[in-house]
């Protein structure tokens, strides 16, 4: 059975019908399927403060009162992590951004070489894999911001020892985003 947590950072309502779309296939998902739904603009994740008490103080745990460590123990849990967002001045939405920002915690403050650069030191054994779905206006070009966003998610999937398994775009429908799933 594949585990996926999907961190959902749509922002509004023009949206809506690809947030229906998605809490229909959370809920009718195929049996070999465990899947843990986040829409990230309900909950209270609160900014990242950059005080490294997650690193230092309180290894692994960020002294923040919110609710990002069911998010963490669900991603840490998971084969894979689906970040879905819309494209928002050529960036993922402030939703998206925060929690990934939140992340910090799965990794370790010491630094090694891996892949012939500096990265941070595993906390845990295995990590998942992550995928990148980007929501897109319709009729706006905008292929330069998704691959910027892409090689973003990239380094980041490389400093938790993990691959970005896909990026993708789409105008609404969540059928690609089953078609990737399905190929891992």
């Known amino acids: 059975m594949k585990r996926i947590t999907v961190l959902n950072g749509i922002t509004e309502d023009r949206f809506k019908d690809f947030e229906e779309q998605l809490d229909s296939f959370v809920v009718n998902h195929p049996q070999e399927l465990e899947i843990d739904c986040f829409t990230l603009r309900k909950m209270d994740i609160k900014y990242c403060t950059g005080c490294w008490s997650c690193w230092l103080k309180t290894p692994g745990e960020c002294p923040l009162k919110d609710e990002m460590p069911k998010i963490l123990r669900s991603v840490i849990n998971s084969d894979l992590t689906v970040f879905i967002s819309p494209l928002i001045m050529g960036f993922v939405s402030k939703y998206t951004k925060k929690a990934c920002d939140r992340m910090i915690p799965l990794v370790q403050p010491y630094i090694g070489i891996f892949e012939n650069e500096c990265h941070h030191i595993s906390r845990y054994d295995k990590y998942p894999k992550l995928g990148l779905m980007l929501l897109e206006e319709k009729n706006k070009d905008i292929q330069a911001d998704i691959s ?22 789409s105008k609404g429908s969540l059928e690609v985003l089953e078609d990737e799933i399905n190929r891992i």
Do not use: C, E
């Open 148 to 169: 910027i966003t892409t090689d973003i998610y990239k380094r980041m999937a490389l400093n938790l020892k993990s691959q970005l398994a896909f990026s993708i775009s």
